[in-house]
T-cell receptor, first 113, second 115 residues
Framework: SAVISQKPSRDICQRGTSLTIQCQVDSQVTMMFWYRQQPGQSLTLIATANQGSEATYESGFVIDKFPISRPNLTFSTLTVSNMSPEDSSIYLC??????????FGQGTRLTVV | AQSVTQPDIHITVSEGASLELRCNYSYGATPYLFWYVQSPGQGLQLLLKYFSGDTLVQGIKGFEAEFKRSQSSFNLRKPSVHWSDAAEYFCAVGAKVTGRRALTFGSGTRLQVQP
């Protein structure tokens, strides 16, 4: 199994600013995934982060808005840039499920005011 | 591309009654299927998963699900619901696609339990 720690757990930010969310895994993993859960909605994949290469973004998400770093096999960050109230969501990181399951962090609840 | 449909947005059941939450998927090969539960303000907890083998899978908290390939379904069941089961339930499908193994989630079913 994997234990995933996300920081911060929640934040309230001013519009126009940026927030960087950290995701730390207790074991080395090949892929990490970032999801967004808008209020009352399901989870939508933002991007896939591989160590040593650029992240792969899903349709509707762009690197300028959601830059991702993956400096090693246990850590990743997601930045939400130039925030607007529409970015208010829960952001979750997840690790590759391999042959068992997908593990999720507790999420970062972001409110943009 | 894979997709998941949870046709019931909201379900209300009485405590002690049986429960079935529906999930239909679309995927070209044998999918990996999951059910997650999310309580208010909490993260996602895996209830059960299907990878292969026996099509009836048992999970935590007394939940089970049955994979029916002919119906492209993976419905979640519980014989007797407890008040603590009130939460949001998500069905998800996973697939190995060119090295990416992310999950596609359904829209969720919110379960309300009446005393």
């Amino acid at each position: 199994s994997a234990v995933i720690s996300q920081k911060p757990s929640r934040d309230i930010c001013q519009r126009g600013t940026s927030l960087t969310i950290q995701c730390q895994v207790d074991s080395q993993v090949t892929m990490m995934f970032w999801y967004r859960q808008q209020p009352g909605q399901s989870l939508t994949l933002i991007a896939t982060a591989n160590q040593g290469s650029e992240a792969t973004y899903e349709s509707g998400f762009v690197i300028d808005k959601f830059p991702i770093s993956r400096p090693n096999l246990t850590f990743s960050t997601l930045t939400v840039s130039n925030m607007s109230p529409e970015d208010s969501s829960i952001y979750l990181c997840s690790v590759d499920f391999g042959s068992t399951e997908a593990f999720f962090g507790q999420g970062t609840r972001l409110t943009v005011v | 591309a894979q997709s998941v449909t949870q046709p019931d947005i909201h379900i209300t059941v009485s405590e002690g009654a049986s429960l079935e939450l529906r999930c239909n998927y679309s995927y070209g090969a044998t999918p990996y299927l999951f059910w997650y539960v999310q309580s208010p303000g909490q993260g996602l907890q895996l209830l059960l998963k299907y990878f292969s083998g026996d099509t009836l899978v048992q999970g935590i908290k007394g939940f089970e699900a049955e994979f029916k390939r002919s119906q492209s379904s993976f419905n979640l069941r519980k014989p007797s619901v407890h008040w603590s089961d009130a939460a949001e339930y998500f069905c998800a499908v996973g697939a190995k696609v060119t090295g990416r193994r992310a999950l596609t989630f359904g829209s969720g079913t919110r379960l309300q339990v009446q005393p």
